[in-house]
């Protein structure tokens, strides 16, 4: 599992696909009322998890098909996010997933992905794509699809009490859990800190990630499922087995956010008493 930047978008595409594939398997085994169970995401069910997989993968679809339409797209989005619009960013973008059967849910799904899996094999490995916020580069843009099929399986996993088995795929999502360490705090309107922080994790298969000099005074170690759960906001980093040393790593830890978007916060921390 290439780390170290020399992945192509060829093979990020190809990893998007198995991740998408990994999901498919969980969900396709579901029973209707599976579709209809609440997630951690307030307010969304099972089915609204993968309404939003569509509604996004068709979108990234069309980001690098005609970036013109995209552009139209995200401004219907930005419009939905007016609090005087009569529209609000779920009826937009979950709206019709939400009447539709699960499978024709899964079925819309399929379809969306297998088409944006068909333009990523058009890309070159230094194109850029536009986004919600600064265009991407191509392999920026795949791994955040990557991320995000991962998370929102992870949340539909923990909904219906199954489990997705992790694989060496993480090392893309850890990756950008690291680079995205300065996100978190601008996201917030913060100044992004300075102090190194050294990130050495093991693989699900035993292998060792690390990120940042190993002689750092602030360090995170442990599992990379764990490291991947905190940054895409699935876990509270006190939920996790994480070894977080020194202020600045565990300010990190409470603050990170892998993904584009306005700032959020993980789930608290969980109340062990109860």
Known sequence: MAIEGTVTVAELASELAAEHDDLDRLVASLDADDWDRPT???GWTVRDQIG???YFDDTARLAIESPDDFEAKKAALIEAMDPESSQTVDDLTLGAFRAMAPDDLLSSWRANRAALIKQAGTL????????YGPWMGAKSFLTARLMETWAHGQDVADAVGA????????AHIARLGVNTRGWSYVVRGLEPPDEPILVDLTSPAGASWRF???DSANRISGSAVDFCLVVTQRRHPDDTDLDI???????????AQAFAGGATDGPPASDISS
């Open 52 to 54: 939003h997989l569509t």
């Open 163 to 170: 489990g997705i088995e992790p694989t060496e795929r993480l």
């Open 245 to 255: 040393v020194g202020f600045s790593a565990f300010d990190w830890m409470v603050k």
């Open 40 to 42: 951690a995401s307030p």
């Open 212 to 214: 940042g000099p190993t």
């Open 124 to 131: 070159e490995d230094k194109a850029r794509v536009p986004w």
